[in-house]
């Protein structure tokens, strides 16, 4: 009996950091706060995938008082934001992205940006990183009404 539950602990610990490790592989953005004040801070990071291209990632935003969003970040260090929610994909060129510039540029290997969209502020900064194949970029999404440290 007891190597029997042996067994299952060994599968049950496997299974939990496999678990782990699959969401930590897919996990593109890391949050800083608990969006408790309405908003969405964090690192978010671009890779190179086996393509050659950058990762994209879609935010889908509905806050309260405020209508559906998408946020996109990337690829590389491109950004739009649309209002509404859509499952197809949006050309970042697009009249309806609220972004102008969208694509943030860098100079001496630094970038920020802010944008000052109608009832939102959105702030994205180069943060560097460790990996070649990947930009790392601090995001802060917030309400136009928060106060900005």
């Known amino acids: 009996m007891g190597w029997s539950d042996a067994n299952w602990q060994r599968i049950g610990i496997l299974t939990v950091v496999g678990t782990l490790?699959?969401?930590?592989?897919?996990a593109q953005f890391t949050p800083f706060n608990d969006r408790s004040r309405g908003g969405l801070e964090g690192n978010w990071q671009s890779c190179r995938e086996g393509d050659g291209q950058y990762a994209e990632r879609v935010y889908d935003g509905k806050w309260?008082?405020?209508?559906?969003f998408e946020l996109h970040l990337g690829?590389?260090?491109d950004f739009a934001f649309f209002l509404g929610v859509q499952d197809t994909h949006r050309d970042h060129n697009s009249?309806?992205?609220?972004?102008?510039?969208?694509t943030v540029e860098l100079r001496a290997n630094k970038a920020?940006?802010?944008?000052?969209?109608?009832?939102?502020h959105l702030e994205v900064a180069l943060a560097g990183g460790s990996r070649?194949?990947?930009?790392?970029?601090?995001?802060?999404?917030?309400p136009a009404t928060s106060s900005s440290h």
């Open 64 to 68: 309260p008082g405020l209508p559906p």
């Open 21 to 26: 490790a699959a969401a930590a592989v897919q």
């Open 75 to 77: 690829p590389y260090h």
């Open 95 to 102: 009249p309806e992205n609220l972004l102008r510039p969208h």
């Open 112 to 120: 920020t940006y802010r944008w000052a969209l109608d009832r939102l």
């Open 132 to 142: 070649e194949e990947c930009e790392s970029w601090y995001v802060r999404l917030m």
